[in-house]
Every structure is written in C-alpha cells, then in structure tokens.
C-alpha cells in the first residue's frame, strides 16, 4: 500500500513529466479492495493532490502583460517558418488533432523550452509616469490584495508554433456579462465553445481578445446538462465492475453537494463526478468527447481587441489606504482598478461620499500577476448616473468610439461653401437629370445616399438605376478627411443622435441626395425583365436632380393602393417638370421586378434573420422617451432593400474581376456546426420538424412556423441568430481562401457594400476601386496589407457601433419603463436553468433572466429536470389574499409567459422583471394614443420642427448578418 502511495506522489510532483505520464502511472496502480481506496482518500496528502491541480508542461518561453500585441498577426510568422523548423509540426492544417496532440507536445516542448533572452527588449514603451504608477501600484501591501499569481504568457514563437501544430487554438475571448468569472473561446474549427473558468485561466485577457489558448486534460473537462445523467451511469458502472461502491458512493455525492453549496449554477468538471477514478484511461475512453464541454487556459495574448477603457465610480479601500484609490468599473467583466490618490478630486479621500453618483473614466495600465486588482490611470469624471447625456458618453468611450468635434485639418480639407458642381464634372459624367429618380428613405433620414429610377423601355423590358452619392469625389485618399474617415470607419446610431462618419457639410448637404439638387453619384444602370432577368448592367459616374424624397410609409401608401388617385397633398413636395403618376408608375413597377428578385434570391437559399427594433419618441424638451413604436419592414423596405442587394452583388463581381487581390469584399461565415446541430435538436425534441443543415432548410422552417405562430417564429428567430457569426470585411488579396469568400446568410459566392459611401467607409475604398477600373482615376497606392488592416479596423468599429446602439436603445427602454410604467407584456421561455430562466419579451426583442428566488413561489418547491433535450423547471405559487388556492406552474423551452415590467428601486437605467401568476390576466400596455398621433406627424413632413416630439434616426441595414 506505502508502495502505491509513493508510487501516486512522485507522479504528482514531477514537474518535468506530462499529464498523460501520471495517468500511466496512476491507472497501473492495483487497489486491492475499496477500503484501500478510502484509506488513500483520507490521508491529507493525497486528498489535496488528488482534487483538480494544475499538471502542466515544461513552460515555453515567457512574456510580460505589457508585450502583448495590439496589432499583431501570428498567421504571418506560421507561415514564414523554414522548412526544417516545420518538419515536426503533424498537423499542418493547423486543425486541433486530439490523436496526434500527446506527440506534437512532445516535440514541441523539446525544441522550444528554452528562455527568451531578448524578451525584455520587445516591452512597449510607456511614460515614466505609467512606470512610477505601475511600479508602486504592484508593490503596495494591502490585506484586500489578494494573491492570484497568474501564469508568465508564452512567448511570440512558442505561440506560433503551438497554433501551427494544432497544440494551442486562436480565438475571440467572450467574457459572459452576467457571471464575470465564465468565459468562452468559439473553436475554429467549428466544434462547442471552449470553457475558461475563473480568473486565473483567463489570465488577464479581457473581453473580446484575440488570445491563444491551451486546452485542458479531459477529466478537467465539464459536464453538459444534457448528458450529465448518461456519465453517471457510465461512472456507476465502472465503478461497480471495478468493485468500487459503498463509501466511494458517498465520497462523490459529498463532493458534489460541497460544490454546489457554493454555486447551484456551477459548471462541474468530470473529475467532480469521479474524482477518485478520474486517471483511469479506460474510464475516459466510455465516455464520448461531444458529451463534455472542453475546457482551457489563456497562455498569451494576440491581440488587444479591448480598448481597456472603462467607465465606472471611486471608493476607498476599506483600509483607508492614503495612497490609493480603488476603481469599480460598471461592466463586471473589466477587473477593478487602482488609482493613485494625486489623480482624483482634491477633496476626494475626506469627502468621497460627495463622489458616490459620479461617473469616471480610467484606462488600466498593466495587471500584475499578482493581485486581483489591475493599475488604472483616472481620466476624468464623465457626469452623473442616470443622465442621459453622460450615460450616452461613457456608451461610446468604453467601446472606442470617436465622438469628437472634427479637427481643423479635416474642417479645412472640405469644399469651400457655397459650392456647386465643376464644369468638367458635367462634361465627364453621364448627364441623368432629366430622369424621374427619386429617393426612399426613413422619414426622420437626413443623409440620402441612395435613389432609384425605373424606365419601362418594351412591354417585358425596364430600365432601372441605384445611383449612389460620389463621396469619393470629397473625399480623396490619404486627406486629412479620409484618414478621420478611415478611423472612425461607420456612422453610430444612437437613440437621440447619430455621431457621424463625415462632417455634417458632407453627409447631410454636399453629398446627401436632397430634392430638386444637382448631386454627384456613382451609377448601376440594368436593362432588366419583369421576372427579375437582367439583360445588361452599365457602371458609371453620373449627376442627378432627384424629383422628390419619400418615406417609407410614401411608398408602402403607392404599393397598398395601386388603384388610388392620390392626392398630392398626401406627398413632399414634387419637382415641377413631374408629377405624382410618373413616381407612382415607377415606384409599382420597381415593387414587381423586386418581388420576382427576392423569389429569386429565396430559391438559391437566402436567409433572413430581421430582429426586432425599437423606434423612440423623444420629448424635445426634457430628452425623455415617452413612447415607442417597433421598427418594422414592409414591402417598401423590401423594394429598396432588393435592388441595394443587386446593386452590391453585380459591384463585387466587377471589382473582383478587375483588381482580385485588392477587391474589398464582405463575407459570412458558416455558422459554428457544434453550435448549429445542438439548436437543431433541441428544437426537435421540443416539438418541430427542424433541418439545420443548409440556409435554405433554415429559411423555409421559418416561413412555415410563422405561419402558424408569430409568437414561435419570433423565438426561434432570436435562437438561430445567436449560432450565427458576424459578416467581415476583408482584402481579397488576404490568406483568406476563395471558398471563404462565401456569404452564407445571402447564399452569394460575391458581396460587398457599395450603397452607403456616407455612413460606411468600406463603401467609399469600393467607389474608388470601382472608378480605377472603369479609368476615372488611379488604382489604389495601399497595397494588400494595407487594405486588409483597415477591413479589420471596419469590422472592429462596426461590431462597437452595433453595441453601442443596443445599449443606447436598452437605455432608453429602461428610461420608459420608469417614466411610464408598469407594463406587461408576452414573453417566450428561450433557455432553463436550475434556479431560472431566459425569456424573450416577444414585441421588444428584449430577453432578460428571471431567478426563481425573487417570485412569490414556495422556495422548496422548485424542481429541474434535463432529460433528452427537453429542460423544465417547476414551482408552486405561494397561496394569498389574491390567489385563494395553489398553483403549480410548469415552464419549458417556448413556453408562453405573462411578464411585468417595472421600475427599479434605485437605478433608472434598469428596470425589473417578474413573472405574472399563470392566473392573472395580461392587461392592455398603456401606450397614449398621442404618441402615434404625433409620430404619424413626424412621419409624413418634410421637417419635424413643428411638433414638440423627437423621432429616432435608426440605422437600415437590411440584415444583420449583411
């Protein structure tokens, strides 16, 4: 027995020896009953080494925090090896091999344990200042300091080469918002998300980092709900053919019920569930890996994708500590900070009650590896919670977004007003004026970039035009406006205003497609059929006076009534030479070629995932939301949406053709298979004839389920689009592979975007490339590397615009229930845990978590099941004056729910959700009927001024995946 255990420790404690050694080692021990396994549980020695402990290789060489990268691409340095240093690399696809990982490890560790002496020289300079502030944060002694001591990061080359052999997997790092401690790695090649767990196995990434990340031994994998019933019959076995039962038994469920007393909702590891027999190789070979979530640990930093921005408030530290401050972030998932006492308010350690409600902006600065406390840097104080004004600043400057005032550079670099169009442009450009073109826009729209026109030419035979505004012509490469341009790279739609791409000269006169105004554009003309077959398409620079600009609701009133005599004073005002037959002609002929476009569309796969979008009414005077609309899209939107989408498919086409390696282009990626397949039958069990496999499959489910259910079609539309990845930008003279070019949610081999040149600065490098090819200027001096750094940079600041408007909306929303609340609304049960549930608040798009502890329920009633796919969780409602008798409520997946919104106790930015009694009736939502009335107001004039009411600007791009 002493043998065995000699035999268990000096397996433990080789620090040189790999995981899979000490699973050799340990399952070749024999026990020759179960009270020889009990006795070497119990003894304190082994009980602390037998639980989960890091068992790790020899460490590669070593980084500081501070030397990982911002802008740093590894793909470079994998594929730039000589050939001997790749000799040894198995997997060349740099694909995760699970049955070569022991050998490559082997071989890479040989080759690369060595220190790297030259790492020091590679840190990135900071200021003495940050220096000093690092040196002395790290070494202050504090008993609210505890010790993390996070892993040293490998070094660049060790990362290299372990990403190249498939040891080490690269990835976005999501942090999730409501457990800090959670975060995720999507698998690249398609497989489940990658598990980290804690801090310590974060390592100081931050949310959204690219990261390079280890995967953990098997047994330190979790276990999935799903399949936690299967793994316990398997370990019951084993352990009863093993003659491994009794107090073994007892040993396991004590292990779980001290895990869970600390977290109900905690992930547990397999070991948790055998944690005696966890090295028995034959044990983890029965069970399947797919059965299990992988789990891993960050070993460096690619890229800082995180600004380290952070808004939140200043406290002391309980210590009272004279030299520090300590700075709590609003957002969980950034660590707190401290802050050198001389940075903040002068009278700020006396009185700091006085800053309590103060809102400030810090950067951190380094995280040292020691202490669960970053070094920050104070910037400034932002404002007061709850107004909007600094809420809405500390949005946009925690997600990066360039809010400033133009600079004089760029202020300088624009046309001198009042301007009008150069002789030589009329002379060079296809003259259009005398067309009846048009735009169709949201009615609070002040940049147009976009106009129609439809010319019926033959019976069966139109001509039809998407001119877009010539922002190329203003704006020229390498200029003060471009690079401010290049920078920003999107217009960000909040609720109260938009922070624009371009100065307001640009995008709101000298390019913005207003009526009865000559204006530069960049033309695709078509000669086109009825059923949507396009005969001819013509590109080219153009000048066009558009007749009139109409709303949506303009053109939705033409399509709804093609029988009507309108009367003009139903429409804006309409260029003198035209009149309202010709728009209404053309507007009905524009809406059947589209409808036959989008067939088309449909039919070779297309998928449409519209969420749902709130519209705000503001009141002008105080900024407050007093009412809301949902976004929605009909026929006119289509119409637009249609030929937008041809138009940027025939540009992608063309550009390609003629520049491939600099063409800009826009792809979407597969969704992730694991993740794809996994919604897929957890639909199924629940009830619908789901197929995952394809776009098309996708798409034509959907049609069916909203056409039995609006309620069902809305949820499984939110579910889908969260398997979905994002759409990207990128150079087409990247390593990016012609068969990545894909877009998978449009069914395109071909697409960018070449619409909106004033509000995205992809389109405007696509207007360039389309007019080098059709000789209006000179190819493009950035070459492949160059464009592609400033697709990622596009991508980047497109996905912070989108966040931003989201949080603005959620925001206001949250304003409006505590102006006007409560409301009550119709919610879907979208995910189940033991202790609560997700719902989807079906007419808001909203979903928010409801824990089970704050309902009026019986607490021990609560019951959750998780069998074949189908979880359920159960409670009885308490009895009271209201509800005489006793309830028992059952929830599953797409459960229907009455919900109630009200106002939070203390935050006006939140509000709360509780679950109604099934008994309760949903009442009507108390929306004033003056809200529509005004809106409608709005919605039908030229100029908003004369109402007392404010309606959100919000971003129309078709898709979310586009």
Request: charged residues 25%; proline residues 4%; glycine residues 4%.
């Amino acid at each position: 027995m002493e043998s065995n255990l000699k035999a268990i420790d000096n397996a433990i404690i080789e620090a040189g020896a790999s995981s899979y050694v000490i699973e050799q080692k340990m399952s070749s021990i024999k026990l020759e009953s179960e009270s020889s396994f009990v006795k070497i549980y119990q003894k304190d020695r082994i009980e602390k080494k037998i639980k989960p402990i890091k068992i790790s290789l020899p460490p590669p060489n070593f980084v500081s925090l501070s030397q990982a990268p911002y802008k740093t691409s590894f793909k470079k340095i994998i594929n730039t090896y000589p050939t001997e240093q790749t000799s040894y690399i198995s997997n060349k696809s740099g694909k995760f091999s699970p049955s070569k990982q022991k050998q490559n490890e082997e071989k890479f560790f040989k080759r690369n344990f060595k220190f790297d002496k030259n790492s020091e020289s590679n840190e990135m300079k900071t200021s003495s200042k940050k220096n000093q502030i690092k040196k002395s944060a790290s070494a202050m002694p504090s008993m609210y300091s505890y010790q993390i001591v996070y892993d040293q990061y490998w070094d660049s080359n060790s990362i290299s080469q372990g990403l190249g052999n498939g040891i080490l997997l690269q990835g976005k790092l999501r942090i999730n918002p409501r457990s800090y401690e959670d975060a995720f790695l999507t698998d690249p090649n398609g497989g489940s998300d990658i598990y980290i767990n804690g801090l310590k196995d974060r390592n100081r990434a931050l949310n959204n980092d690219i990261v390079a990340v280890k995967l953990k031994e098997k047994y330190f994998w979790k276990i999935t709900d799903t399949f936690k019933n299967k793994i316990e019959e398997i370990i019951a076995k084993f352990q009863q053919e093993a003659n491994l039962t009794g107090n073994l038994d007892n040993l396991i469920k004590k292990n779980e019920e001290s895990k869970n007393s600390k977290n109900q909702n905690e992930k547990k590891d397999l070991i948790d569930l055998a944690p005696l027999c966890f090295s028995r190789k034959d044990l983890l070979d029965q069970i399947p890996n797919q059965w299990l979530q992988r789990t891993g640990f960050v070993v460096g930093i690619i890229e800082k994708k995180n600004n380290r921005w952070a808004v939140g408030h200043l406290k002391l530290f309980q210590d009272k500590n004279k030299e520090f401050a300590l700075f709590s972030p609003n957002d969980s998932r950034i660590p707190r900070m401290k802050i050198r006492l001389e940075e903040c308010p002068s009278d700020f350690y006396q009185n700091p009650q006085i800053y309590t409600n103060t809102l400030f902006m810090a950067q951190i600065l380094d995280i040292p590896s020691n202490s669960k406390y970053a070094i920050g840097e104070l910037k400034r104080s932002i404002g007061q919670d709850g107004n909007i004004e600094a809420e809405t600043e500390a949005i946009l400057m925690e997600n990066g977004i360039d809010y400033s005032e133009f600079s004089d550079d760029v202020i300088q670099s624009l046309p001198i007003t009042p301007w009008s169009i150069p002789q030589e442009e009329y002379e060079n450009r296809k003259d259009l004026r005398k067309l009846c073109i048009f735009t169709i826009d949201p009615a609070t729209a002040r940049d147009l970039d976009d106009a129609l026109h439809c010319v019926q030419l033959e019976d069966d035979l139109f001509e039809v035009g998407v001119h877009i505004a010539d922002v190329s012509h203003f704006v020229t490469e390498d200029s003060p406006i471009d690079k401010c341009a290049c920078d920003r790279a999107t217009s960000v739609y909040l609720v109260q205003k938009v922070i624009p791409m371009l100065p307001r000269l640009l995008c709101e006169q000298l390019c913005s497609l207003n009526p009865n105004t000559d204006r530069l554009t960049f033309s695709v003309i078509w000669k086109i059929k009825s059923n949507g077959d396009i005969v001819s398409e013509w590109f080219g620079k153009t000048i066009i006076n558009s007749v009139v600009k109409l709303s949506y609701d303009h053109a939705q009133k033409v399509i709804e009534n093609a029988e009507k005599d309108f009367d003009l004073a139903e429409f804006p005002s309409i260029r003198k030479d035209f009149n309202l037959n010709q728009i209404k002609t053309s507007i009905l002929n524009l809406q059947s070629i589209a409808k036959n476009l989008r067939q088309k569309r449909f039919n070779k796969g297309c998928l449409v995932l519209n969420q749902v979008k709130l519209n705000y009414v503001l009141n002008k005077d105080s900024g407050l939301p007093f009412g809301y609309s949902v976004y929605q899209q009909k026929d006119s939107n289509r119409l637009v949406e249609e030929f937008m989408l041809l138009a940027n498919i025939a540009v992608a086409h063309h550009i390609y053709e003629k520049f491939p390696l600099k063409a800009i282009l826009r792809r979407h990626p597969t969704p992730n298979s694991k993740q794809l397949s996994d919604l897929g039958e957890t639909i199924k069990s629940n009830g619908f004839e789901c197929d995952v496999s394809s776009s098309n499959t996708i798409q034509k489910f959907l049609e069916v389920i909203q056409q039995e259910s609006t309620l069902s079609s809305l949820t499984l539309t939110c579910l889908l689009t969260k398997t979905m990845q994002l759409a990207q930008y990128f150079c087409s003279g990247s390593n990016i592979s012609k068969e990545d070019f894909y877009h998978y949610g449009l069914a395109v081999p071909l697409y960018t975007h070449f619409t909106s040149p004033i509000r995205r600065y992809p389109d405007i490098l696509v207007h360039r490339l389309l007019a080098a090819s059709l000789g209006y200027c000179s190819e493009t001096k950035r070459d492949t590397t160059s464009l592609q750094l400033i697709a990622e940079n596009c991508n980047d600041k497109k996905y912070s615009a989108r966040i931003c408007s989201e949080k603005s909306s959620e925001m206001f929303f949250a304003l409006f229930v505590n102006e006007c609340g409560p409301l009550e609304e119709i919610a879907c049960v979208t995910q189940i845990k033991d202790h609560s549930f997700d719902v989807l608040i079906v007419n808001l798009g909203i979903s928010k978590r409801i824990y089970s502890d704050k309902l009026d329920i019986v607490e021990e009633s609560v019951n959750y099941n998780n069998n074949n796919l189908k979880p359920e969780i159960s409670f009885k409602w308490k009895i009271s004056e209201k509800h005489k008798e006793e309830v028992v409520q059952k929830l599953e997946l797409f459960s229907s729910v009455n919900v109630l919104l009200t106002k939070h106790e203390s935050d006006p930015l939140k509000f709360n959700i509780t679950l109604k009694h099934p008994n309760e009736k949903l009442m009507n939502s108390k929306i004033s009927k003056e809200i529509f009335e005004q809106k409608e107001m709005v919605d039908y004039q030229i100029d908003d001024e004369t109402t007392n009411v404010f309606v959100q600007r919000i971003d129309t791009d078709p898709y979310l995946c586009d």
